[in-house]
């Protein structure tokens, strides 16, 4: 039996978060080192966009203390 598929949204209607990597993470657990690579980041105060779902917003849950959402 097939599971039904989600349906996705249309490409222009894609929902974007952008989020702005601000303090280091250099004293931080390796946990968190590995979020912030995961979402992309390579270097400070760099500013990525990132689609907004549950596992990007788990992941700036995450790290709260390093990462900030900016408005779009």
């Known amino acids: ?3 039904p598929k989600k349906s996705t949204p249309a490409a222009g209607t894609v929902k974007k978060i952008r989020i702005q990597y601000y303090r280091s993470a250099i004293a931080t657990p390796v ?6 690579k995961g979402l992309g980041f390579t270097r400070l105060n760099q500013i990525i966009e990132r689609v907004d ?11 709260p203390h ?6 779009s």
């Open 1 to 3: 039996m097939a599971t």
């Open 66 to 71: 390093l990462v900030r959402i900016l408005e």
């Open 53 to 63: 779902n549950e596992s990007v917003r788990g992941m700036v849950k995450t790290v």
């Open 31 to 36: 946990k968190h080192k590995l979020v912030i």
